[in-house]
Every structure is written in structure tokens, then in C-alpha cells.
């Protein structure tokens, strides 16, 4: 209104452009020639300065992610062509190589610290020993002791009341039967008042894997599976090989702390690397494998020992088979999952190709479309989770610390029973024999591993654990009740019943128990490596495995004290295991089921009834509506995406 009340007024307002953004006709002659008479360079800098600036890169994208990329075991796993890729199978070999080095590893302290016999020099070796019951002199004391046939050595003996006569010798003879001619004992002269140095070495081996796994666990969670087992293996040669060249017991303690500490990250990341690679069907059997694996290095052990004939070499030969997992720096590739579940699709992709190529799979084949979904997520940032956030969750938490519970119990007992078969109160070995004790420990362990592989295929995981339990349970009552009814009757005159009735039956409940509570401790690490999710995977295995180190680390305790204690040490694990029994109703059934992928999924990972229930039945369960309601989780999308309203958290359907 302005401007046209300027034009009705004959004033000079300039005219407005036209509609198509041209001139008015007085002003397009004029406009062209200032533009002719402009000078180049003003008219440069005009175009660029009116060039728009570079629009800035699109934001990551925010919310869940594709459910289709954290289905790992139904998505991307076929996709690699499963275990039957031939890639896919060599990386699981190669998880079961290096169980062979390990255990040789746990069972050197058998042979490096075994305790021997000892006489002064200038006797006639006779009648001043102090090792085997069945040599004339008083005082004796068992040359050695063989409780722990699981994942570690056994433990030493704590020698009876010494003799004074052979503790002030200044120069004394040794004979070790573990096929040694010299070990650390004999070195040094752990004997007498040096011997509580023995068992700070067995300290120090163990403390060493606790730590170990606590600490090693949150590291593989955090910068992934490969480097923790790349670095473990660099340090343990260092470390290792410096304990053949100790120059004193103090060094020695040291160093093995060392050894167990990168040891622990060692058996670690192997088992949640080759529970990461596994479909649901396979890994039980294939961890069992490595077991096997495992237990072969225990019973190759003595002769190793025998062809050595030295401790340092025996250190030595035991250490530098390791040296060839440095070549798993080249041939291993990091944990695919773990890259799923913390969503480092860019590395993901380059590995998926990489797979792929390896076993022979075309991508092109993809039908459920994993590759296009995962171009889609490539600039997502990374989510890295800590095992303290399991703090946060209803009931992941409370299945983490039952299973450490179960470990810690079955680890411990474990102790009790073999002190009960070897003989607490006087100081003696099974057979008096160093090579029959370690195989019949040994063999023990290996009918063990034996019998969880069917118990557990037709029971599953939940109903093994238990069975095993209630086993361990009762032959620990009975031990300490039945026994000790026995032994008053034996007492009477007319009873019929000896001592030898009462030790028949000792023995024959401990070997019940060791054997029972061994299938525990293992059952419960397997366990938890299956229902804790992949981004805390780690820290979940570090700390089950490290319950498991405090439950051996009562046997050394145990032995340092000289067996100060042992009953009550007993009925507290006879305790536990009747507390455990009750907590395992309570764990979810993982038994061909998928990992769960993140925190969602393994707080939602429900149990199921012991026993199926009959047609017709009101299942216990809730379906995942009602269950999303009842549990009050904010995060309900993880739970919803691609199932059905009416199934079951674990899959079962709702009548």
C-alpha cells in the first residue's frame, strides 16, 4: 500500500521485481550494464560468497536398533553359514588347542610344590624320615595330599608335629616321587619353619586367577574379547619364564601371582569367545570338548614332569607352548557378536565380508535382508556397557549371584570330600602312592565330565545343576551324620561294626561328592556364560570364576591352619548346598535357547517350569504383554520386536 501510494504521489520508490524474478523494463538496461562493467574479481568473490554453505552430515541415528541385527543366532549366524562354515570350525579348533597349555598350567603345582620326604645328611636315610606312613619312625607325615581334581592343582599337605631332630639339620636330603629331582621345595628349604612359604605360594597362584578374572572380565567387555586374549598370552610368557628364573621363594610368589593374573585372561576370553561362536544346539558339547581338552593336560602331567626331571624346565617346557598363540593375532578375528551387541556395525561389516569369504557364503544369498539393514546402522555410535549396570536390573542380577553362589559351594566342597577321603585327622594319602592318589583324583574328575554330558542333554541345564546339587547335598549330610552315628555303634561291644565299615563308607561318600560337586562348579560357569547377555558377558564370567577361586582358595586356608576347623568349614558348604538347591528353581532354563544379546533381553529371560506342563494346562508363565506390565521396564521394545503377544517370554505358547 505503501509503495503505491509513493507511485500515485509520482515519487521515485523503486519499482518491485517481477513475479519470474526479472527487472522491471527501466531498470534491466542499467542492471546489465553495471553487471559488464564490474570488475572479474568482485564478481568471483560475489558467486562465491552466495554459494550456500555444505550441509552438515546427517545425526547417528538415535532410538533401538534393528532387532534383526541383534538376532544374532537367527539372522546373522546363518547367514555365515553356521557352524557348518568351514572358517566357523577352525575358529573353534583353535579354541580348543590352548586348553591343552592351560592345563598343564593349573596342575604344575602339584609337581613344582609337592611336598617330599627329608632325612639330615649323615643318617642312613632311615631313621630320621618324615614322609611315608609306612617308614619306621614316629612323627610322620603324609608326603602328599591330592583334594582338588578341578581346575587347579591340588593342594599340599601341612606336615604333622616335626620332628626337632631333623628341623635342626643345616643340610638335609630330599627325595620327591612326583618325578621331579629337584622342585621349589627342595630349592629352597620350604620344610619346618619355612613351610607356611609353601602355601603363600599357593596363594599367590590363586589370588593371581581371582583378580585376574575380576579385572580381565570388565576389560573384554569394554575393548573386546581378542585383545584381552592377545596381551594375556604376551604377559604370561613374560611372566611365566621369569618364575624359572626365580633366585628366591619370594620372587617365585611374586611372579605366579603375575602368571595366574594373565592366565585367568587367558581361560576367559577362550570361553566367551567359543560360547559367542556356537549355535544353541553345540554349546554345551563344544565347551565340554575343551574340558576333555583340558583334562588331557592333566594326565600327560607326570610324564611331562618325569622327562623334565627339573622344576625351571619343567616352568619352561609348561609356558612356552603359548608362544604359538601369538599367532592368533593374524588368524583370530574378534568376537562377531560382541561387535553386534555393542553395535560397532562398521567393523561388523568389514568382518561379516570377511567370513563370508572364508567360507566360501555369498552375501547375495541374504534373505532376511541382515546386510541392507546393517548399511542402514553404520554411523550409529557405539554402546559399550559395564558389568556394574547389572545393579539396575529386576532379576539378571539375582541369577548372577546364585550362579556365583552355586560355583563358590561346589568349588569348596569340593575340598571337604577329598580331606574326608585322604584322612583328615591323621595325615595320609589313598594309597600311598603319589602317581595312583593324582590319577584316581584325576579319573574322578573325568567320570564327572562324563556323566554331565547326557544328565545334561536330557535334563538340561536347570535340571542338571540340580540333580548334581541334591547329590553333593547328601553326601555331604550324610558324611557328617551318618558317619558319626556309625562310629558310636562301632564303639560297642556287641556292635559288629569296626572302623573299617566307617572308612568304606567315608570313602565312598566322598567319592560320591567329588564327584557331584565338581559337575556343579563346572555346570555353574557354563551356566552363566549362556544367560548373561554378550555386552556383559565378560564381566559376568569374571566374577563366577572368581567365586570359584575363593571356593579353592579355602583349601590352602584350610592347610595353612592344619586343618584347624575342617568340621565347621564342612557343615558351612553342607549349608550352602542345601541354600543352593532352593536358588536354582529360581534360575531360567537356557537350553537351546539364543544368547541374549544385550541387558533387555537377559532381564526378560524368564524361566521356564521344571517339568513341561500337560496339554491343556494353564501355563505359569506370562506372555510378553502381561509381562512387559508386570515388570515395569521402560524398555519394552527390546521385548516386543518380531514376537507374538500370546508367547511366552522364552518361547513357549500361551494357552
Not at 561387535?339 to 534373505?367: P, S, V, Y
Request: a neutral charge; one cysteine or more; glycine letters at 8%.
Amino acid at each position: 500500500m505503501a509503495i503505491d501510494r509513493r507511485q500515485e504521489e509520482g515519487g521515485e520508490g523503486r519499482q518491485l521485481p517481477e513475479e519470474n524474478g526479472s527487472l522491471p523494463p527501466g531498470e534491466a538496461v542499467p542492471a546489465a550494464a553495471a553487471a559488464t562493467a564490474a570488475p572479474p574479481a568482485g564478481d568471483l568473490a560475489a558467486e562465491i560468497q552466495s554459494l550456500p554453505p555444505p550441509p552438515p552430515p546427517p545425526p547417528p541415528p538415535t532410538g533401538s536398533c534393528s532387532p534383526l541385527l541383534l538376532d544374532y543366532d537367527g539372522s546373522v549366524l546363518p547367514l555365515l553359514g553356521g557352524l557348518g562354515g568351514g572358517h566357523q570350525r577352525t575358529l573353534v579348533l583353535l579354541t580348543w588347542i590352548p586348553a591343552l597349555f592351560i592345563g598343564f598350567s593349573q596342575f604344575s603345582d602339584s609337581f613344582l610344590l609337592d611336598q617330599p620326604t627329608y632325612w639330615c645328611k649323615g643318617t642312613d636315610g632311615r631313621g630320621n624320615w618324615t614322609g611315608h606312613p609306612h617308614l619306621p619312625a614316629s612323627g610322620l607325615s603324609a608326603s602328599h595330599n591330592y583334594s582338588r581334581g578341578m581346575l587347579a592343582a591340588p593342594e599340599l599337605p601341612t606336615p604333622a608335629a616335626k620332628n626337632t631332630s631333623q628341623c635342626q639339620c643345616s643340610e638335609r636330603h630330599y627325595l620327591i616321587t612326583a618325578g621331579l629331582e629337584q622342585n621349589v621345595v627342595s630349592k629352597w628349604d620350604l620344610v619346618c619353619d619355612s613351610a607356611w612359604k609353601v602355601h603363600i605360594a599357593k596363594f599367590s597362584l590363586l589370588v593371581g586367577l581371582i583378580f585376574g578374572y575380576l579385572i580381565t572380565g570388565c576389560i573384554a567387555d569394554w575393548v573386546g574379547r581378542r585383545p584381552v586374549l592377545l596381551f594375556s598370552v604376551l604377559f604370561i610368557l613374560i611372566f611365566g619364564l621369569s618364575v624359572a628364573l626365580s633366585v628366591n621363594v619370594t620372587m617365585f610368589s611374586t611372579l605366579r601371582f603375575f602368571e595366574g593374573f594373565c592366565l585367568a585372561g587367558i581361560i576367559l576370553s577362550l570361553y566367551a569367545l567359543r560360547i559367542e561362536l556356537c549355535p544353541p544346539g553345540h554349546r554345551f558339547m563344544i565347551t565340554m570338548v575343551a574340558s576333555f581338552v583340558a583334562m588331557a593336560g592333566q594326565f600327560l602331567m607326570p610324564g611331562l614332569a618325569a622327562l623334565c626331571r627339573d622344576w625351571q624346565i619343567l616352568q619352561a617346557v609348561i609356558i612356552c607352548p603359548f608362544l604359538l598363540m601369538l599367532l592368533y593375532w593374524f588368524i583370530f578375528p574378534e568376537s562377531l557378536r560382541w561387535l553386534m551387541a555393542t553395535q560397532q556395525f562398521e567393523a561388523a561389516k568389514k568382518l561379516i565380508l570377511h567370513l563370508t569369504h572364508k567360507n566360501r557364503t555369498n552375501t547375495e544369498c541374504d534373505i532376511k535382508g541382515v546386510m541392507p539393514e546393517l548399511e542402514k546402522e553404520l554411523s550409529r555410535r557405539p554402546k559399550k556397557v559395564c558389568i556394574i549396570k547389572v545393579v539396575e536390573t529386576r532379576k539378571l542380577w539375582k541369577n548372577i549371584v546364585v550362579l556365583c553362589i552355586n560355583s563358590l559351594t561346589g568349588y569348596g566342597i569340593h575340598h571337604c570330600f577329598a580331606k574326608s577321603m585322604m584322612g583328615h585327622e591323621v595325615q595320609q594319602s589313598l594309597t600311598d602312592n603319589f602317581y595312583a592318589d593324582y590319577y584316581t583324583m584325576a579319573g574322578i574328575t573325568l567320570a564327572s565330565c562324563l556323566a554331565m554330558c547326557p544328565v545334561v542333554g536330557f535334563l538340561g541345564r536347570r535340571g542338571g545343576l540340580l540333580l548334581f546339587m541334591i547329590l553333593t547335598a547328601l553326601a555331604s549330610l550324610l558324611q557328617l551324620g551318618l558317619l558319626n552315628l556309625i562310629g558310636k555303634y562301632s564303639q560297642l561291644p556287641d556292635s559288629g561294626m569296626s572302623d573299617s565299615v566307617k572308612d568304606k563308607f567315608s570313602t565312598a561318600f566322598s567319592i560320591v561328592g567329588m564327584f557331584s560337586s565338581h559337575a556343579v562348579g563346572s555346570l555353574s560357569v557354563f551356566f552363566c556364560a549362556e544367560i548373561t547377555p554378550t555386552v556383559i558377558r565378560g564381566g559376568g564370567l569374571g566374577l563366577v570364576q572368581a567365586s570359584a577361586g575363593f571356593g579353592m582358595l579355602t583349601a590352602p586356608i584350610m592347610e595353612l591352619h592344619n586343618q584347624k576347623g575342617y568340621f565347621l568349614h564342612h557343615v558351612i558348604f553342607a549349608c550352602c548346598t542345601l541354600i543352593c538347591i532352593i536358588c536354582i528353581l529360581l534360575l531360567p532354563e537356557s537350553k537351546n535357547q539364543n544368547l541374549p544379546e544385550n541387558i533387555p533381553d537377559g532381564e526378560h529371560y524368564t524361566r521356564q517350569p521344571l517339568l513341561p506342563h500337560k496339554k491343556g494346562e494353564q501355563p505359569l508363565l506370562l506372555t510378553n504383554s502381561e509381562l512387559k506390565h508386570y515388570s515395569g521396564l521402560h524398555d519394552s521394545a527390546a521385548v516386543s520386536d518380531g514376537v507374538a503377544e500370546n508367547v511366552t517370554a522364552n518361547g513357549m505358547k500361551a494357552m
